[in-house]
């Protein structure tokens, strides 16, 4: 089984959130410590807390730090937490653990600012014990669904230890079946425009002893179909009740390329991460970004000055080209259901 022994992302202390700075990775290891509401919300926006767990338990400690920052010998401004609190569920719109945690947190709000920290620190122990179960259960699957030899996975953006409170969730599910001595290798996309897979899923692999490339996203599809690839392993920022799911940008590619050369498409992300109100991906609203993250490679301009943009930094992968979504809870087959149904429809309609 996965160490429980990582160094934790993020964390509560005395009063402010502890987070490392995971726009300075893999250059710098800095620590952020965030004090304000205001803080907590530049740190999800500017991508220095990233990933769609760990920015649900930000917003969860924001919840906190704004309920003791509210409440003074007169009593608790309630009003005021609710404002701060909707300004830190909006910081992105893409990933639903961020409006679920933060509303978790709100609930405790009548019990006190001690209760409302309570619950942030349950989440971020939740956190860790989800981690450790989903990726138990996906590197199950991952080895009945794959060759019975070492495996050449491939991962895209960062679903580890610095996207969660612990191992991570797809990342997480890599450890876990390097620890049972099943990778031969990572292929690590490099993650365009913000190179989350080059800056910090290669630092997260070299840090824990794993052999992997890295390749430009474009190489993917590609490798594929080079028998380079036995497993596609990613995470989710939203599901969708048909199980449609919204990642990073470049996520649909990686599961169309992989349904074309029969390759598992496998998505690893907590419960929380369902978005039952939505029937399907249609109703997720994508985060479009700022233009010079395209134009711009680490500050420096690659395209003509004023060049238009289109930077959305999630896509939507439809259910049917989903080998299986794991969660701590359950193994669902989307795409088995999707086929299921049309025979079904199609037994009727003959
Ligand atoms: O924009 P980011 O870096 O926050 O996007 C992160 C992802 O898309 C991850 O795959 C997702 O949040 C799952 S992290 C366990």
């Known amino acids: 089984m996965t160490s429980t022994a990582i160094e934790p992302s993020l964390t509560w202390d005395d009063g402010a959130v ?25 740190a999800v926006r500017a991508l220095a807390v990233r990933g769609a767990p760990a920015i649900g338990l930000a917003g969860a400690f924001g919840v906190a730090i704004s309920a003791r920052r509210h409440t003074t010998a007169a009593g608790l401004d309630a009003p005021a937490v609710r404002a701060d609190a909707a300004r830190l569920a909006a910081a992105r719109p893409t990933a639903v653990n961020l409006g679920w945690a933060v509303n978790r947190a709100l609930e405790r709000l009548p019990d006190g600012p001690d209760a409302v920290l309570a619950e942030a620190l349950a989440m971020l122990d939740e956190d860790v014990a989800v981690n450790l179960a989903a990726v138990a259960r996906a590197a199950d699957l991952v080895e009945a669904l794959t060759p019975d030899r070492p495996l050449r996975v491939l991962t895209h953006c960062n679903t580890g ?3 969660t409170a612990a191992v991570g969730t797809a990342l ?9 001595g099943r990778i031969a290798e990572v292929l690590v996309d490099e993650t365009r425009p ?9 630092w997260e692999l070299g840090e824990a002893g794993i052999p992997y490339r890295l390749c430009v996203d474009a190489a993917a599809a590609a490798a594929m179909s080079r028998g380079m690839v036995d497993c596609v392993l990613v995470g989710a920022d939203r599901i969708a009740a048909n199980g449609d799911v ?5 996520t649909y590619g990686l599961a169309v390329a992989a349904a074309r050369h029969g390759i598992p498409f496998v998505v690893v992300a907590s419960d929380s991460t369902w978005d039952r109100t939505l029937p399907d991906g249609t109703g997720i609203v994508v985060e479009e970004r700022a233009p010079d993250e395209v134009t711009h490679l680490q500050g420096v301009a690659a ?27 359950a193994t669902v087959r989307p795409a088995a259901t999707a086929a299921r149904a049309a025979e079904q429809l199609a037994a009727l309609s003959g």
């Open 172 to 180: 997480g599910t890599v450890r876990e079946l390097a620890d049972r």
């Open 18 to 42: 502890l987070a490392l700075d995971q726009r300075a990775l893999p250059h710098r290891r800095e620590l952020l410590r965030l004090e304000t509401v205001d803080q907590v919300v530049d």
């Open 161 to 163: 230890r610095l996207a």
């Open 303 to 329: 395209a003509p000055a004023g060049a238009g943009v289109h930077n959305p930094a999630f896509d939507v992968t439809p259910a049917e080209l989903v080998t299986a979504i794991v969660s701590e809870h």
């Open 194 to 202: 913000l190179l989350q897979g080059a800056r910090l899923t290669a």
């Open 246 to 250: 919204a990642n990073k940008i470049g």
